[in-house]
């Protein structure tokens, strides 16, 4: 026979379980709504404009570059292998002219030419200068600080490139026709960084949704830029001889 005390703790053991198992089951789901979440990553792609005075052409636009930053903690990147990055110096020029790198990331040098060159960069974010050397040989620098590195040959005064060290993963140059593409992006808000040598910085808000963003639009002004020649690693102008001569 069973006793109402008996039926009471059967009760009491089926709510148990059933509770138990709710909870299991909510759990799961959460668990799969973070794990879609997090694989839920589109394209952000847009198209940057330069603008330049009355009859000037734009033809140096690929050397702008487009980053991210994420203002919502659920864009916050994972923490990945710091990429490297490499500026070879060839025809007395720098190739490529900008490379971004993330911060930590170290960028080479390699000396294509059958001559010397001196590396060097008199950058407030951290100056540095790879000396005197010969061709086949390459050296290298670690930019541990986020922002724009203008580096120079102390030989060769046209010699001129970018470095570009940013906190986020979400990074891309232009391409000749100003279209970009960054891939990967979770859904979240961002400031998107838009720089350009020849321009003031660029920074907009936008919303990327699980599928991405498109039809980004960035114009930059270069209308006021002016070329300046800058000094050598000693902060002296260059010294014109005939082997330096282009």
Request: hydrophobic share 45%; glycine share 8%; with cysteine.
């Amino acid at each position: 026979m069973v006793t109402p005390r008996a039926v009471r703790s059967i009760t009491r053991a089926f709510f148990k379980q059933r509770s138990v198992a709710v909870a299991i089951a909510v759990a799961f789901g959460v668990t799969l709504l973070h794990s879609h979440a997090a694989r839920a990553q589109g394209t952000v792609r847009g198209s940057l404009t330069l603008l330049e005075r009355a009859g000037a052409a734009s033809r140096d636009v690929g050397s702008a570059v487009v980053y991210l930053e994420a203002t919502s903690h659920a864009a916050t990147p994972a923490r990945e292998p710091v990429a490297n990055g490499s500026i070879d110096m060839k025809h007395r020029e720098f190739k490529p002219h900008v490379q971004f790198v993330p911060v930590g990331g170290t960028v080479g040098f390699p000396n294509s030419d059958p001559f010397s060159h001196n590396v060097f960069s008199n950058s407030a974010l951290g100056a540095f200068d790879l000396g005197l050397y010969r061709s086949g040989v390459t050296r290298s620098f670690t930019f541990t600080r986020a922002g724009v590195y203008a580096i120079y040959c102390n030989i060769h005064a046209r010699m001129v490139s970018f470095v570009v060290a940013v906190t986020t993963p979400w990074v891309a140059t232009a391409s000749n026709d100003g279209q970009f593409s960054i891939a990967g992006v979770p859904a979240g808000t961002y400031r998107l960084h838009a720089w350009h040598e020849r321009a003031p910085d660029v920074v907009r808000e936008i919303v990327v949704a699980p599928s991405g963003a498109s039809g980004v639009a960035l114009t930059l002004d270069a209308r006021g830029y002016v070329a300046k020649p800058h000094l050598n690693k000693f902060g002296a102008p260059y010294a014109m001889t005939r082997a330096d001569r282009y």
